[in-house]
Structures are given as structure tokens and as C-alpha cells.
């Protein structure tokens, strides 16, 4: 009865009023982070003046089927390993992506999962995204992952390197470590088919060149 009464009278120790305090700040923290993830706006097109209410909006590149099979042809020129230069557009991109598989139907992590990718080739670079989901303390976040940037050479070949990327509002590119773990995650989804990626090893040059993602194969 003693120590109740000297805990009254003397209040919480200065540890228990620093944990409180931590513990409201991570708190804090998750809540916003969450709340900048999913408020990200997703549009089809430019969001029209005065309807910007979060002010980083989502932009998807055009997902309409070409009115042509030129696309289907590059493809196979692209998958073959032609030698010479093949340009594609956002929407010739974007037709490509949705005959592929959907990753979400074969999820590998189960941290981390995502849906088919979307191009869009705006301002010189190349905006890769995809609808996210990730799992936070048994809580299930989602939202657009978006990425703009364009292509280096590495040892190990050409690479995506971003620019920036945002998850929602989220700029995630700001926080380096979650920047690199979050993208570590995404490229062990199944995103690109294994022939796709053989292909890829065949390119020696990336370069978004005006409405196009030109690719170079000697």
C-alpha cells in the first residue's frame, strides 16, 4: 500500500514519461505514414485544376490497346534478340504488360505484394508503378507505387535507376534505407517474365527519347 501511495504522490518516473512519450511518436509516425500511403490520388489523366487534393497525384500511363499490332511485332523482334533499334511507346508498353501474368495471383513474400506493372513516359523519364501492398505489424498497407527515372549501365547490365519514387504521398526516395528495402522487395516479385528478362541481357542501351523507351540491341 505504501508504494501505491508514494507512486501518487510522486507521479511516474522520468523512464515511464519518456517510453509514453516514444511510444506516442512511433504511434504518431505509423499513423501518418499510413494515411500519406493510401491518400495517394490515382487519375487516368491530369487532374483537372482544383480537384489536386493531394499534391502528389498518381498518373497511370495509357492502358487502351494500340489500334495496331506493331507492338506484337516488336515484341517478338524484342524477345528474338533482333539486332537493331526498337522504340515503344507508354501504350505499346502497357499492352505488353497486361498479357503477362498477374503477380498478385502468385505472391512470394509475404511482406510485400503487387499487382502488373504500368508505364508512363512523361517529362523525359519513365514512370514504372504498380498497385502495393504491404504488411506492417500484422496491419495491411496499400497503395500506388510509383517510380520515375531512367536507365545506367552496371556491371551487371542496364538497370531501372529512380529518380524518385512514392508510395501514395509517401516520398519514399527522402528515407534511403526504406527507399532500398522497400525496391529490394519489389524486384523479387515476378513483375517481368524469365524471357523478358533473358532479353534484357541482350540491350546495351535504354534511353526514353521523347514519347518513346528506345532499347538498343547490337
Known amino acids: 500500500m505504501e508504494k501505491y501511495l508514494q507512486r501518487a504522490l510522486i507521479g511516474p518516473s522520468i523512464f515511464e514519461i519518456l517510453f509514453g512519450?516514444?511510444?506516442?511518436?512511433?504511434?504518431?509516425?505509423?499513423?501518418?505514414?499510413?494515411?500519406?500511403?493510401?491518400?495517394?490520388?490515382t487519375a487516368m489523366n491530369q487532374p483537372t485544376e482544383g480537384a489536386r487534393i493531394n499534391p502528389i497525384p498518381f498518373v497511370a500511363g495509357e492502358s487502351t490497346p494500340p489500334g495496331n499490332l506493331n507492338w506484337e511485332r516488336k515484341q517478338q523482334a524484342f524477345l528474338e534478340g533482333q539486332s537493331g533499334q526498337l522504340a515503344f511507346t507508354d501504350t505499346e508498353l502497357n499492352a505488353w504488360s497486361s498479357s503477362t501474368p498477374d503477380p498478385a495471383e502468385t505472391p512470394v513474400d509475404p511482406l510485400l505484394s503487387t499487382e502488373r506493372l504500368n508505364f508512363r513516359i512523361h517529362d523525359g523519364m519513365l514512370q514504372v508503378s504498380t498497385l502495393t501492398t504491404v504488411t506492417v505489424l500484422g496491419q495491411k498497407l496499400g497503395g500506388v507505387l510509383q517510380s520515375r527515372g531512367g536507365f545506367i549501365a552496371t556491371e551487371a547490365g542496364l538497370r531501372f535507376e529512380p529518380r524518385e519514387t512514392y508510395f501514395?504521398?509517401?516520398?519514399?526516395?527522402?528515407?534511403?534505407?526504406?527507399?532500398?528495402?522497400?525496391?529490394?522487395?519489389?524486384?523479387?516479385?515476378?513483375?517481368?517474365?524469365?524471357?523478358v528478362l533473358g532479353s534484357w541481357n541482350r540491350v546495351n542501351r535504354a534511353v526514353v527519347e521523347g514519347d518513346f523507351l528506345t532499347v538498343t540491341i547490337p
Open 168 to 195: 501514395g504521398s509517401l516520398a519514399i526516395h527522402r528515407f534511403p534505407n526504406v527507399h532500398r528495402w522497400l525496391l529490394t522487395r519489389v524486384s523479387r516479385q515476378p513483375l517481368v517474365p524469365e524471357e
Open 21 to 41: 512519450a516514444l511510444a506516442s511518436l512511433l504511434l504518431g509516425a505509423v499513423l501518418a505514414f499510413a494515411w500519406l500511403i493510401g491518400s495517394g490520388e
